[in-house]
């Protein structure tokens, strides 16, 4: 069986050749951590935004969007905190001249002490057969005992640098535990520095008259500057969300894991403003929502878990991520945060404005507390594409690569296939064409075999495939081709509507969620 690494280059390779994501300006050698889209992938793209955009303001009247400007003015990022403390804790390998994130290299540390732990259970579970006990192994083995240990030291140890921003305490840790580069295989590591991860340019003409500002890190703080431009123009009651889908930029470090870590990437984001007292019911409530509509997609609910933070950003008051099973183990997709009154107090004190809401039912007026949820389009193109990949093996000995991605996120819905090139087909074919063109993204295709055209489908995950030939001109009926099973059955030209409709109608998915 192929590695997961190996499942992953050919992800990768996959994503280019099928016009998916290609590196930034290829041609020179591409750009650090910056993709393109291509033709299949800015459609799945725009897919993932209109599921996730039509959820929140389709399917909440209290909810609605906006689209503010990448730049703003310099005094937000200090009154947000971005200026001041977002940074990431960096250390470069002298003999590698390898740059780091110290907290990634703990982070794997204690990752490999979990790896010991679960491969004794995993040899003794073997041992011992159906009596195992696991959690009693756990307890009592000594050696896990002594992994847990130590596991829990460094834990402890890296929690409280964190917590501090102790930079030599982390650097310690690295050195205590004899971390080494992977590249040189030493310990000739520098100081552990913070960096921080905000892109500036400059705005004005004159030098003098130059204003430093900065691309954004996220697009949050367009909505909070914003809240009670909406709040009033939109007549919103407390709770209310303000959603936006729109480009962040970071200077990350290490970018690597393709589009997993990019420096410029997309958000979607969902601020929701409520009652000061009130943020925990909520924070509940969009914590189970957004793993309903990760889950609706279907790719498999043990493919999710939370994660709840034990480091608190410097916003919020609780914290969990949404996590999926990447090739290369679970990683965040979505964040979702009680980031209290923080924001919208301190853009109050920056700004000198009265920016509170009056609640007509309390009498009151007050700074909302706000939950954010908080998901990147790339990771989920990334998510979405990792457990779509398939390779199979076909009756015969061939094999075909199959994206059997969720169907109402596919990026072409039907294939419109003439079986020949001639004998009134191809009209014939367009016209069907024609009939579903509007409704839903098709594509035509004549040439080659028949079965070559159905593969690069599969490839590009099209769940439908409608062959026409020349009983299609005396009975109006086609071959129906399902991407997943590849069966095949005749159907009638005037049912195709209804059945491509049936699989890939958002409103479907939408209906699964709100009636559970
Ligand atoms: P990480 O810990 O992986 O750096 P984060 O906790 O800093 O992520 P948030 O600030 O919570 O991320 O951002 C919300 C979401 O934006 C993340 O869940 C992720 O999907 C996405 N995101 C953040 N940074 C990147 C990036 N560099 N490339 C692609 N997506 C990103």
Not at 83 to 89: G, Q, T
Not at 238 to 245: K, M, S
Not at 452 to 476: E, L, S, W
Request: glycine letters at 6%; charged letters at 30%.
């Amino acid at each position: 069986m192929a590695s997961q690494e190996d499942v992953f280059k050919k992800l990768v390779a996959h994503c280019k050749e099928y016009g998916f994501v290609f590196p930034s300006s290829e041609i020179y050698d591409g750009l650090g951590a910056v993709y393109d889209y291509g033709q299949n992938g800015v459609e799945l793209k725009n897919n993932i935004k209109k599921y996730w955009w039509d959820s929140m303001t389709l399917l909440h009247g209290n909810i609605v969007g906006i689209d503010a400007a990448i730049f703003m003015h310099p005094t937000v990022w200090k009154a947000s905190g971005h200026v001041d403390a977002f940074n990431d804790p960096l250390i470069d390998n002298k003999d590698s001249k390898k740059r780091y994130r110290a907290d990634v290299l703990i982070e794997e540390l204690i990752a490999k002490y979990d790896d010991k732990i679960n491969k004794e259970v995993e040899k003794a579970a073997k041992k011992f057969g159906d009596s195992f006990d696991a959690e009693l192994f756990k307890k009592t083995n000594a050696r896990v005992l002594e992994h847990q240990e130590k596991r829990e030291e460094i834990h402890e140890r890296f929690k409280k640098a964190m917590n501090d921003n102790d930079l030599d305490g982390l650097k310690q840790i690295i050195l205590d535990y004899d971390v080494v580069c992977p590249i040189s295989g030493t310990k000739n590591w520098t100081d552990v520095r913070q960096f921080n991860l905000m892109f500036s340019t400059e705005m004005g003409s004159t030098s003098d008259g130059a204003m430093k500002i900065y691309l954004r890190p996220e697009t949050a703080q367009g909505i909070f500057v914003n809240y009670l431009n909406v709040q009033k123009t939109g007549r919103m009651k407390i709770p209310f969300g303000i959603a936006q889908i729109g480009k962040a930029f970071r200077n990350e470090i290490v970018a690597r894991q393709f589009i997993f870590r990019m420096r410029e990437f997309e958000q979607m984001e969902m601020q929701f403003f409520v009652r000061p007292g009130d943020e925990m019911k909520w924070f509940s409530h969009w914590k189970a929502f957004r793993l309903k509509w990760h889950k609706a997609l279907g790719l498999g609910d043990q493919m999710y878990r939370y994660h709840d933070h034990e480091k608190l950003a410097h916003y919020a008051n609780a914290a969990t991520d949404i996590e999926f099973l990447m090739p290369f183990g679970f990683k965040e997709v979505e964040g979702i945060h009680s980031r209290t009154d923080f924001d919208l107090s301190s853009h109050e004190k920056f700004s000198g404005k009265n920016i509170k809401y009056f609640d007509p039912e309390t009498n009151q007026s007050y700074t909302p507390y706000v939950i954010e949820t908080s998901i990147g389009v790339d990771r989920m193109f990334l998510s979405i594409m990792a457990a779509s990949y398939k390779e199979e093996e076909l009756e015969g000995g061939e094999t075909r690569v199959l994206l059997a991605l969720p169907p109402v996120l596919a990026p072409v819905k039907v294939a419109i296939l003439p079986l020949l090139k001639k004998d009134g087909l191809p009209e014939k074919a367009t016209e069907i064409m024609n009939e579903l063109k509007y409704d839903f993204k098709c594509v035509y295709e004549e040439k080659d075999t028949i079965g070559k055209r159905y593969r690069r489908m599969d490839a590009i995950g099209t769940p439908f495939c409608v062959t026409v030939d020349h009983q299609t001109i005396q009975d109006n009926t086609v071959t129906l081709r399902y991407r997943d099973t590849m069966k095949q059955e005749r159907v009638n030209v005037s049912d195709l509507h209804k059945i491509v409709g049936d699989q890939v109608n958002m409103k479907n998915l939408f209906k699964k969620i709100m009636e559970e």
